[in-house]
């Protein structure tokens, strides 16, 4: 199948910042599947959705190899086009529950903005009616007419979800859609996350800072770290090989239900972001004098990409133990 | 623990709020223990009233009834007058301890604060006590000088934890102390927690939503559900044979490194108000029966030191709580 | 009680002011040369008659003219200001630190007591300020002293309610909750937590109202209401001159361009501070 959306080398600078906020990210996206991008704060993560989204303001400069959705050139649209775009084709939700909404507008109103945005009110009533219930909104004909401050969280992160899908887009960029919320409604909204993009062979970029909240929707991973990918492949290949010591220090990081309790957790020093050589040499433990000199290019290694000197050289231990 | 008097005793607690036409129980009937130098994690979602329990014991908001006792003494009596010494011996760390710090003065300023309120030191001694404290949180004694929107999250927290040493308290209240943090500095400062536990022997009221990282420091767990305690026991007991379906629930959400569909499945939590008459929990739970609907279940022991307000908790058994979260087909992910 | 407050390791280190900061210290440095060495820029003794220099149009002797009792107007201008700009600032400043103190008290105490206490603000309010104004020279004797009592006690409240509305909102903030679990006493919040976090808004208030003050000032003294011949006094002048204005209009006009232009700056600063959001 030919990728939906085709991100090669994209570099994104801030004005006034030494360094790219993201530079050479790559990945290809098909219909129905999903990407995770995965990265701390700084990684550049989010950077990465604004990108694609063309939602950086001009003074940000954005460039980059391929950057094509649905095989139209992301970087050569016109305003109108872009507007038109992220009212029908690319939707997006947002961490911040609250500050997505408008506070003195109903729910309801909102929506329909939205829809009107897209030129598809009154055509797709029956269908954001449909769609609130469907992501677990009760009686969704009476809540329309409620204001934000009436909804939780997850509320509204759920009616969020309804409204960026009611105009049947074939791209969702969601951007810590979970984050802000509780373990329970979290694994509920990824799992109705989950079940619409089945359904609707609906592309996803799932952005989020805990591989544990990815690991169940997202069939290929990006691992950033200061702006570039460190990692890359299918999630499952990245769970079992952990090619690098990042993705390693972030997965042993975690507290485990099934791991030791009340001993002192592997946790990665922290440390800036290196100009030359390896990005991560100043945190990793395993850093090596070439790792500070000369930067490490994603090669293949067992099943997945990873940018590491030492990715795949034998007899080397994790270097961080579960 | 039964012989030993309860650094901190909560009994019976309830607390309403009234809110425009609406009233919320925040807290209804809460009982639990903290032992001196234990970790008590209390979980729960936003609503359950577990923030409005660590706002009960700092005395930020007076119970309707019930009553708190701490070292076997009430808290009204503790905090007549100045009611400097049960500030002192009770601490807290916030969420967000940039927020909690005055963005107008430095964070040394801060963290001498509550040695000047209650007359610790002064001059040369306080700032060298400020700097011992901010190297026992492994922090550069220069940052002293740094407003708290010049730090770094993990920093403004290990700067927080620094403030609420400086007394040298007997209990840390920890109010989502990590949630907010990138995992390598959750991790880190989960170890700073046990450390300062095996350190200087401080108990602690460790309140969040992650069941992993409460588990993971705690000694025992209170689970609540809609301002009730769901279940409390020791930590690893509630995690590996829960008793009550909420912190099945909880258990079967967290987070998994399991590529494939959630063991919880879609459990839709379809409209928001809560049950006035029987179990609060019955309208999300599996184990449902008509009884629940009616009969509001009280705490009850189901092992030693292990109790659950469920009617069918004596049903719910190791061996029917472990395998859910395995024994669902997997689905390719997306 | 004692409250030594915790020392602060200050940060040094000095940055370029911005163009706000470097206006309301070029405004600063103006107003206190003016207040106090007007000898420094005044040529000419404000109190000297000299009859043969009646009515001296603007010119080199005279960077104002002269009045009709042959007074150097731009030397009378500038030791006025003593008597304009600085009754101004009495008024403002007098009406600030009690009007802070008076909301921040009112917002701690809550209650009844708050309720009872921005009554009295309300109260104060509604008063229009000529009538109370002529009052207060009706009792204590008509003069600068009366306008300077009737302008304070009318414009405290303006302060009071508008620190009562921030103080009730950082009083809920997280830092002020941190602060009460580390057991700090109310004077201590208030005067840690609290009130220094008002002080951007009440200064931007403070600026756009010494404009307003004086305005207000300088009309008292045009209405006979305030300051007494021969004090040299802004609003007084331009009353003096207004019975020649046909034959030496720069009697009247050129003091009143000099009120309305402080006004002006005073204003526009003010106005320029609070869209800077305040000067750290």
């Given at each position: 199948m030919s990728p939906i959306l085709s991100v090669r080398g994209l570099t994104v600078r801030y004005p006034g910042t030494a360094r790219p906020a993201v530079e050479g990210v790559g990945f290809d996206l098909e219909p129905g599947a999903t990407v995770a991008v995965v990265g701390e704060s700084g990684s550049g993560k989010s950077t990465v959705a604004l990108a694609v989204s063309r939602l950086l303001g001009p003074a940000v400069a954005v460039r980059a190899e391929t950057m094509t959705f649905e095989g139209r050139d992301l970087l050569g649209l016109g305003r109108e086009e872009l507007r038109r775009l992220r009212a029908g084709r690319i939707a997006m939700v947002f961490q911040s529950p609250s500050g997505s909404w408008n506070p003195t507008r109903t729910i309801g109103a909102q929506?329909?903005?939205?829809?009107?945005?897209?030129?598809?009110?009154?055509?797709?009533?029956?269908?954001?009616?449909?769609?609130?219930?469907?992501?677990?909104?009760?009686?969704?004909?009476?809540?329309?007419?409620?204001?934000?401050?009436?909804?939780?969280?997850?509320?509204?992160?759920?009616?969020?979800?309804?409204?960026?899908?009611?105009?049947?887009?074939?791209?969702?960029?969601?951007?810590?859609?979970?984050?802000?919320?509780?373990?329970?409604?979290?694994?509920?909204?990824?799992?109705?996350?989950?079940?619409?993009?089945?359904?609707?062979?609906?592309?996803?970029?799932?952005?989020?800072?805990?591989?544990?909240?990815?690991?169940?929707?997202?069939?290929?991973?990006?691992?950033?770290?200061?702006?570039?990918?460190?990692?890359?492949?299918?999630?499952?290949?990245?769970?079992?090989?952990?090619?690098?010591?990042?993705?390693?220090?972030?997965?042993?990081?975690?507290?485990?239900?099934?791991?030791?309790?009340?001993?002192?957790?592997?946790?990665?020093?922290q440390g800036p972001v290196a100009h030359s050589g390896c990005v991560f040499a100043p945190r990793c433990p395993r850093a090596e004098d070439r790792c500070r000199t000369s930067e490490p290019a994603l090669r293949p290694v067992g099943g997945i990409e990873v940018a590491c000197h030492l990715a795949g050289e034998p007899g080397r231990e994790p270097a961080w133990r579960m | 623990?039964?012989?030993?008097?309860?650094?901190?005793?909560?009994?019976?607690?309830?607390?309403?709020?009234?809110?425009?036409?609406?009233?919320?129980?925040?807290?209804?009937?809460?009982?639990?223990?903290?032992?001196?130098?234990?970790?008590?994690?209390?979980?729960?979602?936003?609503?359950?009233?577990?923030?409005?329990?660590?706002?009960?014991?700092?005395?930020?908001?007076?119970?309707?009834?019930?009553?708190?006792?701490?070292?076997?003494?009430?808290?009204?009596?503790?905090?007549?007058?100045?009611?400097?010494?049960?500030?002192?011996?009770?601490?807290?760390?916030?969420?967000?301890?940039?927020?909690?710090?005055?963005?107008?003065?430095?964070?040394?300023?801060?963290?001498?604060?509550?040695?000047?309120?209650?007359?610790?030191?002064?001059?040369?001694?306080?700032?060298?006590?400020?700097?011992?404290?901010?190297?026992?949180?492994?922090?550069?004694?220069?940052?002293?000088?740094?407003?708290?929107?010049?730090?770094?999250?993990?920093?403004?927290?290990?700067?927080?934890?620094?403030?609420?040493?400086?007394?040298?308290?007997?209990?840390?209240?920890?109010?989502?102390?990590?949630?907010?943090?990138?995992?390598?500095?959750?991790?880190?400062?989960?170890?700073?927690?046990?450390?300062?536990?095996?350190?200087?022997?401080?108990?602690?009221?460790?309140?969040?939503?992650?069941?992993?990282?409460?588990?993971?420091?705690?000694?025992?767990?209170?689970?609540?559900?809609?301002?009730?305690?769901?279940?409390?026991?020791?930590?690893?007991?509630?995690?590996?044979?829960?008793?009550?379906?909420?912190?099945?629930?909880?258990?079967?959400?967290?987070?998994?490194?399991?590529?494939?569909?959630?063991?919880?499945?879609?459990?839709?939590?379809?409209?928001?108000?809560?049950?006035?008459?029987?179990?609060?929990?019955?309208?999300?739970?599996?184990?449902?029966?008509?009884?629940?609907?009616?009969?509001?279940?009280?705490?009850?022991?189901?092992?030693?030191?292990?109790?659950?307000?469920?009617?069918?908790?004596?049903?719910?058994?190791?061996?029917?709580?472990?395998?859910?979260?395995?024994?669902?087909?997997?689905?390719?992910p997306g | 009680m004692t409250t030594t407050e915790p020392t602060s390791g200050a940060v040094g280190g000095w940055r370029r002011p911005t163009p706000t900061e470097l206006w309301a210290g070029a405004t600063v440095l103006v107003i206190a040369v003016l207040l106090i060495a007007p000898g420094w820029i005044a040529p000419l003794d404000p109190y000297r008659l000299d009859v043969s220099q009646r009515f001296r149009p603007p010119g080199a002797g005279h960077l104002f003219g002269t009045d009709d009792a042959g007074r150097d107007i731009f030397s009378r201008v500038v030791y006025g200001a003593r008597n304009s700009i600085g009754a101004a600032l009495i008024v403002v400043t007098v009406a600030a630190v009690f009007g802070v103190v008076y909301g921040a008290a009112a917002a701690w105490s809550g209650g009844i007591l708050d309720r009872i206490l921005m009554r009295v603000v309300d109260l104060f309010l509604a008063f229009p300020y000529l009538v109370f104004a002529m009052a207060v020279a009706a009792s204590l004797g008509r003069g600068l002293t009366a306008a300077l009592v009737a302008l304070t006690v009318l414009w405290w409240p303006s302060y009071a309610r508008m620190v009562r509305g921030q103080v009730i909102s950082l009083l809920r903030d997280r830092h002020v909750r941190a602060a009460r679990t580390l057991g700090a006493s109310g004077p201590q919040i208030l005067r840690w937590h609290v009130v220094p976090h008002t002080y951007d808004a009440v200064l931007v208030r403070y600026t756009l109202d010494l404009g307003q003050a004086l305005v207000a000032l300088t009309g008292l003294s045009f209405l006979g209401l305030g300051a007494q011949p021969p004090t040299p006094e802004w609003g007084l002048m331009i009353a003096d001159a207004k019975q020649y204005a046909l034959t030496a209009w720069w009697a009247a006009v050129l003091p009143g361009a000099v009120v309305f232009l402080t006004a002006l700056n005073f204003m526009s600063l003010g106005d320029r501070m609070r869209r800077a959001g305040g000067t750290r």
């Open positions: 929506l329909v903005d939205g829809l009107r945005a897209a030129g598809r009110w009154p055509e797709r009533r029956d269908a954001l009616v449909a769609l609130l219930s469907r992501v677990g909104i009760h009686d969704p004909e009476s809540r329309l007419n409620d204001y934000p401050h009436r909804f939780s969280g997850g509320m509204l992160q759920r009616a969020m979800i309804a409204g960026a899908l009611v105009t049947e887009p074939s791209l969702l960029i969601a951007d810590e859609p979970t984050s802000a919320l509780d373990t329970t409604v979290q694994a509920e909204i990824l799992e109705i996350l989950d079940e619409l993009r089945a359904e609707r062979d609906l592309a996803m970029i799932l952005i989020s800072h805990d591989l544990g909240v990815v690991a169940r929707l997202a069939r290929h991973t990006l691992v950033l770290y200061g702006g570039r990918t460190v990692e890359r492949g299918p999630t499952a290949e990245i769970y079992r090989h952990r090619g690098h010591p990042y993705t390693q220090g972030l997965l042993a990081a975690v507290p485990r239900l099934d791991g030791p309790r009340k001993t002192p957790l592997p946790a990665m020093a | 623990m039964a012989d030993v008097t309860p650094l901190l005793e909560l009994r019976n607690l309830r607390k309403t709020f009234i809110a425009g036409a609406r009233t919320v129980q925040a807290v209804r009937d809460v009982s639990f223990t903290v032992g001196p130098g234990e970790i008590v994690g209390l979980v729960g979602e936003s609503g359950s009233g577990k923030s409005t329990v660590a706002d009960l014991v700092l005395g930020l908001e007076r119970p309707d009834s019930g009553e708190i006792f701490y070292g076997g003494r009430p808290l009204p009596e503790l905090l007549a007058g100045s009611g400097r010494g049960y500030r002192a011996a009770v601490q807290a760390v916030f969420q967000d301890s940039v927020q909690a710090m005055d963005g107008r003065k430095t964070v040394g300023w801060s963290i001498a604060e509550p040695l000047v309120i209650h007359k610790v030191a002064r001059g040369a001694a306080l700032r060298a006590r400020v700097a011992e404290l901010l190297r026992a949180v492994h922090l550069d004694p220069a940052l002293a000088g740094r407003y708290p929107h010049q730090i770094s999250g993990g920093q403004a927290q290990r700067a927080g934890i620094a403030r609420a040493l400086a007394l040298k308290p007997a209990l840390l209240v920890c109010d989502e102390a990590v949630s907010a943090l990138d995992v390598s500095v959750q991790a880190q400062i989960v170890n700073l927690f046990l450390e300062i536990q095996e350190r200087y022997g401080t108990a602690m009221l460790f309140i969040g939503h992650s069941l992993p990282v409460v588990r993971h420091l705690a000694d025992r767990m209170v689970v609540m559900y809609a301002g009730a305690v769901a279940e409390q026991g020791p930590a690893e007991q509630v995690c590996s044979a829960p008793r009550h379906p909420y912190t099945r629930l909880l258990i079967d959400s967290a987070p998994s490194f399991e590529p494939g569909p959630s063991p919880a499945g879609p459990r839709r939590t379809r409209g928001e108000g809560l049950p006035a008459a029987g179990c609060r929990f019955a309208p999300r739970c599996p184990l449902v029966t008509d009884t629940c609907r009616t009969a509001d279940p009280a705490p009850r022991e189901v092992g030693a030191g292990h109790s659950s307000a469920c009617l069918r908790a004596g049903e719910l058994t190791v061996a029917e709580t472990r395998p859910s979260r395995f024994s669902t087909e997997k689905r390719r | -």
